[in-house]
């Protein structure tokens, strides 16, 4: 008789964006329903966000401390951290090399002949990020301020450092784990609270998304939204569930249903940090990935993993480039494929990091910064996407690497290859 979570998440998306739609453009003249109805879901839907971003910061530094507690030994901290950074960016520079290449081959954009009125705009004070200074930036110099800005990598290192310390107290650390495991199942139990008022969460999203979209200005770059949203849906319903199947045996259809509520989720919030304990829930209660593996790698995969953020960048600006007249040079792409990677990666889990990244890209080569103008008022649209993009690419390597640590339980989960179950009943 209950109706599943993902089937409520999905009702509330769809019936929101419909009702949105149609205060807009069936009542336009209806002012009541805009100010009402519309204002009133938009400030519940900007609740329900800040209350899933409220969960954000302790869940991501008291969740990495337990999963570093809970190491057998250093080694495999190092192994596990090592094979985590390395999926993360192999699975970008992945993600970058196939927009690059798509977009190029397809020119969104071309023919747009969109003139440059006035003087070219300037954003003020863009720059590229520094690898070295993002790297010197991860050990922070103020804990209390880490915390307060949400600064995720300086989080994370925090929470290493930490557990790394209650580690080497050996026995004398025990009043320490427990204490970070009792607040971990808190903070779980919240989660758990606050993911019951997602559906009415999603459909106050959904209602303000709808009043709000310019359906004409979606209509002038319909090709580009069109390629953006259909290579990141590729992304997430045949490369990832692919990937995930070669490495560890869990069936394409089964890795999308197991992650349903998680794609539902990110399309609402558009938000990679407000996704992290759907991610946490999905990898640990649905696919079988053990707490440590799951609890260091989500935080650092909303920091870092952003293949969604790399699509969405990469065909954004050659469409930038191609509407205003001034294509991208095939002798470019490597320089601007390693600059998305660091754009990516300063992005940041919010909703509209995006856009901010692409001005800057925009800046960097020199392209007319009213494009920008274009990209944002679409941006809500390939935003969602994007993040779903981001999240179950989380799940899809931290599935693959508690694989191959020998952390991922797959007894529950009816999804194992044939031989899988023959090993397991030998084995017993």
Known sequence: MGQSLSGKIFIGLFAGLLLGTLIQY????????????????EAAGGMFVSLIKLMVVPLVFISIVCGVCELKDIKSFGRLGGKTFGFYIVNTLLAITVALTVG??????????????????????????????LIINIVPSNPVQAFASGDMLQ????????????????????????????????????VTLIMKLAPYGVFALMIQLGGTLDVATLGSVAGYVGLVVAMLIFWIFAVYPLVVWAFTGIKPSEFRRHTREQVLFALSTASSNATIPVTMRTLTEKIGVSRSVAGFGVPLGATMNMSGVSIYIALATIFAANAYGMPIATAD????????????????????????????????????????????AVDRINDMFCTAANVVGDTAVNTIVAKTEGALNTGDVASLTPQEPAQSEKAA
């Open 155 to 190: 989080i994370i290192f925090m929470a290493i450092i930490t557990g790394l310390a209650i580690q080497a107290l050996e026995s004398r650390g025990g009043p320490a784990v427990r204490t970070f495991k009792v607040a971990n199942e808190v903070m779980m139990k919240l």
């Open 333 to 376: 792409l490597f320089s601007i494929g390693i600059t998305v990677l660091l754009l990516s990666i300063g992005a940041g889990g919010v909703p509209g990091g995006g856009v901010v990244m692409i001005g800057v890209l925009l800046h960097q080569l020199g392209l007319p910064i009213e494009a920008l103008a274009i990209i944002a």
């Open 104 to 133: 190029m081959l397809v020119q969104p954009g071309a023919g747009a002949n969109l003139a440059v009125t006035g003087d070219v705009m300037k954003l003020a004070t863009t720059e590229t990020p520094d690898l070295a200074q």
């Open 26 to 41: 069936a009542f336009p003249t209806i002012g009541f329903l805009d100010t009402y109805i519309v204002g009133t879901a």
